[in-house]
C-alpha cells in the first residue's frame, strides 16, 4: 500500500556532492516523520538524518554541517543533500517513512522502508 523509492546514489570523489531524493506514494493518511538511514556490510543500520512533520531536524555528528534534508509536501518527496562526502560516508542509504495509511485502523503510525540505494565515495 506505501511505496518508498530512493533514486540518486551512485560514485562520487571525494569532496563532491550528491542528491538522495526519496518518492512516496500509496494511500497515505498522514507522514509524521521521514528519515534517512545508511548501513555498511557488516555494521547496523545507523540514522543519518531525519524531518519531522514539524520540520524539526536532526543530524548524526558525523554529518552535521555537510548534509542537508528536506521535503517537498507536493511532490511527496524527500531529500538528502550531500556536500563535502567523504569515502566514509560510503553505504547503502535508505529512506524511512513513519507513516498512517488511509486503511489504518490504530491510527499510530508504521515505519516503512525503500530498497536503498548504493553511495560510493572514492577517487
Same mark, same amino acid.
Given at each position: 500500500?506505501?511505496?518508498?523509492?530512493?533514486?540518486?546514489?551512485?560514485?562520487?570523489?571525494?569532496? !563532491?556532492?550528491?542528491?538522495?531524493?526519496?518518492?512516496?506514494? !500509496?494511500?497515505?493518511?498522514?507522514?509524521?516523520?521521514? !528519515?534517512?538511514?545508511?548501513?555498511v556490510p557488516g555494521k547496523?543500520?545507523?540514522?543519518?538524518?531525519?524531518?519531522?512533520?514539524?520540520?524539526?531536524?536532526?543530524?548524526?555528528?558525523?554529518?552535521?554541517?555537510?548534509?542537508?534534508?528536506?521535503?517537498?509536501?507536493?511532490?511527496?518527496?524527500?531529500?538528502?543533500?550531500m556536500d563535502s562526502?567523504?569515502?566514509?560516508?560510503?553505504?547503502?542509504?535508505?529512506?524511512?517513512?513513519?507513516?498512517?495509511?488511509?486503511?489504518?485502523?490504530?491510527?499510530?503510525?508504521?515505519?516503512?522502508? !525503500?530498497?536503498?540505494?548504493?553511495?560510493?565515495?572514492?577517487?
Open positions: 500500500q506505501v511505496q518508498l523509492v530512493e533514486s540518486g546514489g551512485g560514485l562520487v570523489q571525494p569532496g !563532491g556532492s550528491l542528491r538522495l531524493s526519496c518518492a512516496v506514494s !500509496g494511500n497515505i493518511l498522514s507522514i509524521s516523520a521521514m !528519515g534517512w538511514y545508511r548501513q547496523q543500520r545507523e540514522m543519518v538524518a531525519t524531518l519531522t512533520s514539524a520540520r524539526t531536524t536532526d543530524y548524526a555528528d558525523s554529518v552535521k554541517g555537510r548534509f542537508t534534508i528536506s521535503r517537498d509536501s507536493a511532490k511527496n518527496t524527500l531529500y538528502l543533500q562526502l567523504k569515502p566514509e560516508d560510503t553505504a547503502v542509504y535508505y529512506c524511512n517513512g513513519q507513516i498512517i495509511t488511509i486503511a489504518s485502523r490504530t491510527m499510530s503510525p508504521l515505519d516503512y522502508w !525503500g530498497q536503498g540505494t548504493q553511495v560510493t565515495v572514492s577517487s
